[in-house]
């Protein structure tokens, strides 16, 4: 009989393979697909954030987890028009670990540099962005039984828990506390980088404002939730982005965290709705009608705009970014 599996060793399995093997957006779609707004917009913000880091030059401009590309590309676009000068210093590179996705962000992101992870970025003022890439991460799963711990893990009849240490993080006795291990690796990395020199990290992602317990590991395969444990690859799995925690742990580096604040609020602020509306002027009335239900879609309080969340890490000596003022 095969030995038990931790959770987040099967997950980071499980993951590799699906976004190797399989389109993820035939099982989900990101704000990115939504609406081209949401790309513009935050080209916008990082051509801002360059201005208020003192316009380093070269500056990369770096995304984790590109999916199709698209993001970087309507950014790149809007940063073309607004920005020339910031389009003249940057040097793009993209944190992508699947072939599959790759080739596809090839087609369309013209002279990027692909990294298997952050660690490999160049030693250069950064500027980063990052949609829906730490809920893919993997997660632990420590559950307090009594007085004591047990940890998830994945054997051959599903889901069985083993004695642990405690995680750090207190909760009553049956509640569960999720860790998500990369995630706190790469806040802590960019806290370092950002107090050492020029650099803003800016992530949207999925989950509350303060750390929760509870199970939110979640399997999505064509738009439907399915179990978690179902042959890996064949689903995509992700949980709840703890932002409180990578908050802390880039803090503790020396870096500033700013949020998180709802992305529906955050885009609004942005300008979303007045980039949504011109570009709905030049169009027929049912393209113009889709392009402002869209933007509705990524900012109404309870579609996406409140459960998704922005969180930026910046260097200290930066003003507050874009989006983020009290
Ligand atoms: N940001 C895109 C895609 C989100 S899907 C969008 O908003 O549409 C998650 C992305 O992260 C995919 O590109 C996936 O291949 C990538 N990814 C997942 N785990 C990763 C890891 N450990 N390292 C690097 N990239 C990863």
């Known amino acids: 009989m095969s030995e038990p599996e931790r959770l987040d060793h099967f997950m980071a399995r499980a993951n590799a393979v699906y976004y190797a093997t399989r389109d993820p957006f035939a099982d989900f779609t990101t704000a990115p697909e939504i609406a081209q707004a949401f790309g513009e917009v935050l080209g916008a913000w990082a051509a801002v954030t360059w201005q208020l880091l003192g316009r380093p030059d070269p500056v990369v401009?770096?995304?984790?987890?590109?999916?199709?590309?698209?993001?970087?590309?309507?950014?790149?676009?809007?940063?073309?028009?607004?920005?020339?000068?910031?389009?003249?210093?940057?040097?793009?590179?993209?944190?992508?670990?699947?072939?599959?996705?790759?080739?596809?962000?090839?087609?369309?992101?013209?002279g990027a540099i692909w990294h298997d992870s952050l660690e490999t970025l160049p030693d250069a003022p950064l500027l980063l962005l990052a949609n829906e890439f730490l809920d893919a991460l993997p997660i632990r799963q420590f559950v307090r039984r009594g007085a004591g711990w047990t940890e998830r893990f994945v054997g051959p009849d599903g889901f069985c828990e083993l004695p642990a240490d405690p995680p750090g993080r207190d909760a009553a006795d049956g509640e569960m506390v999720e860790?998500?291990?990369?995630?706190?690796?790469?806040?802590?990395?960019?806290?370092?980088?950002?107090?050492?020199?020029?650099?803003?990290?800016?992530?949207?992602?999925y989950g509350p404002e303060h750390s929760a317990p509870g199970d939110s590991l979640q399997a999505l395969s064509e738009g439907r939730m399915v179990d978690a444990l179902v042959p890996p690859g064949t689903a995509d799995l992700t949980a709840h982005v703890d932002f409180a925690a990578i908050a802390a742990a880039a803090r503790a580096k020396g870096a500033a965290a700013h949020g998180p604040i709802p992305q529906g609020i955050f885009l609004a602020r942005l300008g979303l709705f007045q980039r949504t509306d011109r570009l709905a002027r030049d169009q027929p009335p049912a393209r113009a009608l889709a392009l402002i239900e869209a933007a509705?879609?990524?900012?109404?309080?309870?579609?996406?705009?409140?459960?998704?969340?922005?969180?930026?890490?910046?260097?200290?000596?930066?003003?507050?970014?874009?989006?983020?003022?009290?």
């Not at 900012?299 to 922005?310: C, I």
Request: glycine residues 8%; hydrophobic residues 50%.
């Open 296 to 326: 509705r879609r990524l900012a109404e309080p309870d579609r996406m705009g409140r459960l998704f969340k922005a969180l930026a890490l910046c260097h200290p000596g930066c003003p507050i970014p874009p989006g983020f003022e009290q």
């Open 61 to 110: 401009l770096a995304e984790a987890g590109p999916g199709r590309g698209t993001l970087m590309a309507d950014a790149l676009r809007a940063i073309a028009r607004v920005a020339p000068e910031f389009h003249a210093a940057l040097r793009l590179h993209l944190i992508e670990t699947s072939p599959r996705l790759r080739a596809v962000q090839a087609e369309r992101l013209a």
């Open 179 to 205: 860790v998500c291990e990369p995630a706190l690796d790469i806040a802590s990395a960019l806290g370092a980088r950002f107090a050492a020199r020029p650099g803003a990290a800016l992530f949207l992602d």
